[in-house]
């Protein structure tokens, strides 16, 4: 029983570990270039699945996430690599309602955008970015499903899109991530998020 609790906590520690390790390598690429720095953000985040009974019409899964991103590259072209963190209820609900309780799915997530500023000058900046993600789950609640992380995908990919606006150092964000394949491994069934994140630009 003592060794199950340290290996739980010995695994929690390097996930967070990895995670720390991610957000300096983010902070390094973005320091090496001429229009360089690092986005740190948190927000709200929805969840909808083409499985009807995990998400009825009409419904989302509410939840919320903290993530990092690098810019590097001159001019209005740029790389924007990220890491983020989401919690997800696994109950859905009409509406949104970021801290919700319940059991939660939470994942971890890689993507690499090509961006574009629109708009450049000094005070504010307007920026669109596409490119491809991929959502790790990490942890499952106990629900009335039976979901757990036998029954998911350990990996599933998106395509994103995503606008933003710099006001001096204050950043908004809106992304849209469309699901490339299935989150369940016994349904034919695609999630798609949307994001809305304020953070930092440093």
Known sequence: MKDSICDHKCGKLNQYLKI??????????????????LTLRVGASSLMTSWETFTPKGYIHNGW???ASARFGEDRFFMNPGLLYQSISI??????????????????????LAGYRLIKTRPFTMRIHTGVGANYVTTIDDN???LDLDSVEALHFQAIGDIGFDFYWLTLDVRYSYGLSNIFKNQTSKGNYM?????FFI
């Open 20 to 37: 720390v390790c991610l957000v300096s390598l983010l902070f390094v690429m973005g320091s090496v270039s001429a229009q360089n720095g």
């Open 65 to 67: 996430h903290v993530g």
């Open 195 to 199: 994001l809305l994140s304020l953070g």
């Open 144 to 146: 009335a499903f039976g």
């Open 91 to 112: 109950l859905s609900q009409k509406g949104v309602f970021p801290i919700q309780r319940g059991a939660r799915l939470t994942l971890l997530g890689f993507s690499m």
